[in-house]
């Protein structure tokens, strides 16, 4: 097993943030800087930069970081081979997935609880972004899993499909708009609220709109929100404009009355959720265990 200060150096290393790793590993800033501190004394070199508030890796810790990775990969496929030997033998392992905010915020929750309680030797920690931000986070292994749109796919990722999901047009219960039977056309005459740029949803509409001939950017937008419940929020207070938005966000307030689901007439937006992991990652048993796990108790 890696020592804990390589534990700690590995993850300051993989955010280049002593901030971040503290709250990654669940323990003070002091104690991971007495850490890093004892490591580089040991190596008689330095490992990090510091610039101010943000840190980089000098060229000795750029050489163990590359070391500690094959060395994490080869300690995961000793205690994988461990665990066929004896199934009792349960090593503490860490997790990092990240997730869009449709996956995050609706769908996770419940089979997080559900996955933790059957492995509770799993330390898992769960980040929630975009969809590019997520992709992002998986190149630079700052995850080790991720939940995302199969939108702009990278040949260094794997792609394992997992659920699919249906993007609605809604207005508030206030806006006019609710009476009325939509054509494709008339988005242009009518103010949207949308998500950031980055977003999953986002670039799922974009391309459903391009197959009807329509570019997003001719459509006047009021607003960009970053995140679906406060873009939830805003078109439920607002009268004027309308949105479209996962359909699992919006189940209560479509049942409540505060959201009105709009019919636009030849318009489907519809997505598949991946799991994505990087290349070479595909055989942990870790990740295809929660692999396995998640898509049956979705399903």
Same mark, same amino acid.
């Given at each position: 097993?890696?020592?804990?200060?390589? *534990?700690?150096?590995?993850?300051?290393?993989? #955010?280049?943030?002593?901030?971040?790793?503290?709250?990654?590993?669940?323990?003070?800033?002091?104690?991971?800087?007495?850490? $890093?501190?004892?490591? *580089?004394?040991?190596?008689?070199?330095?490992?990090? &930069?510091?610039?101010?508030?943000?840190?980089? #890796?000098?060229? @000795?810790?750029?050489? +163990?970081?590359?070391?500690?990775?094959?060395?994490?990969? +080869?300690?995961?496929?000793?205690?994988?081979?461990?665990?066929?030997?004896?199934?009792?033998?349960?090593?503490?392992?860490?997790?990092?997935?990240?997730?869009?905010?449709?996956?995050?915020?609706?769908? #996770?929750? @419940?089979?997080?609880?559900?996955?933790?309680?059957?492995?509770?030797?799993?330390? +898992?920690?769960?980040?929630?972004?975009?969809?590019?931000?997520?992709?992002?986070?998986?190149?630079?292994? *700052?995850?080790?899993?991720?939940?995302?749109?199969?939108?702009?796919?990278?040949?260094?990722?794997?792609?394992?499909?997992?659920?699919?999901?249906?993007?609605?047009? %809604?207005?508030?219960?206030?806006?006019?708009?609710?009476?009325?039977? #939509?054509?494709?056309?008339?988005?242009?005459?009518?103010?949207?609220?949308?998500?950031?740029?980055?977003?999953?949803?986002?670039?799922?509409? *974009?391309?459903?709109?391009?197959?009807?001939?329509?570019?997003?950017? &001719?459509?006047?937008?009021?607003?960009?929100?970053?995140?679906?419940?406060?873009?939830?929020?805003?078109?439920?207070?607002?009268? =004027?404009?309308?949105?479209?938005?996962?359909?699992?966000? %919006?189940?209560?307030?479509?049942?409540?009355?505060?959201?009105?689901?709009?019919? $636009?007439?030849?318009?489907? $937006?519809?997505?598949?959720?991946?799991?994505?992991?990087?290349?070479?990652?595909?055989? &942990?048993?870790?990740?295809?265990?929660?692999?396995?796990?998640?898509?049956?108790?979705? =399903?």
């Amino acid at each position: 097993m890696l020592s804990q200060r390589h *534990e700690v150096f590995f993850e300051v290393a993989r #955010l280049l943030s002593f901030t971040k790793a503290s709250q990654s590993l669940f323990i003070s800033q002091s104690a991971i800087s007495k850490q $890093v501190k004892a490591l *580089e004394a040991y190596y008689k070199t330095g490992l990090f &930069d510091r610039h101010g508030n943000t840190v980089s #890796l000098t060229s @000795a810790g750029e050489l +163990l970081y590359h070391k500690l990775l094959k060395a994490k990969e +080869l300690q995961h496929e000793l205690f994988e081979g461990f665990k066929n030997i004896n199934s009792e033998f349960l090593p503490q392992v860490r997790m990092v997935i990240g997730s869009s905010t449709t996956i995050s915020l609706y769908i #996770l929750p @419940a089979v997080l609880s559900a996955y933790l309680n059957q492995n509770p030797n799993v330390q +898992l920690t769960l980040k929630n972004r975009n969809s590019e931000n997520i992709l992002k986070a998986l190149v630079d292994h *700052e995850i080790d899993l991720g939940i995302i749109e199969g939108i702009n796919k990278l040949n260094n990722v794997s792609y394992t499909p997992f659920m699919q999901d249906e993007v609605i047009p %809604v207005c508030s219960a206030k806006n006019p708009l609710q009476h009325q039977q #939509l054509q494709v056309q008339d988005l242009y005459n009518n103010p949207l609220a949308l998500r950031e740029y980055g977003s999953g949803t986002l670039a799922v509409l *974009e391309e459903a709109l391009s197959q009807k001939g329509i570019r997003l950017n &001719d459509i006047p937008v009021k607003i960009r929100l970053g995140g679906t419940e406060a873009l939830k929020n805003f078109v439920r207070a607002d009268d =004027s404009c309308l949105s479209f938005l996962p359909r699992p966000a %919006v189940v209560k307030e479509l049942e409540t009355g505060e959201l009105v689901e709009l019919q $636009v007439a030849g318009l489907s $937006v519809c997505r598949t959720f991946y799991f994505i992991q990087r290349k070479g990652s595909e055989n &942990d048993l870790l990740f295809k265990n929660f692999i396995r796990f998640t898509k049956s108790h979705y =399903s």
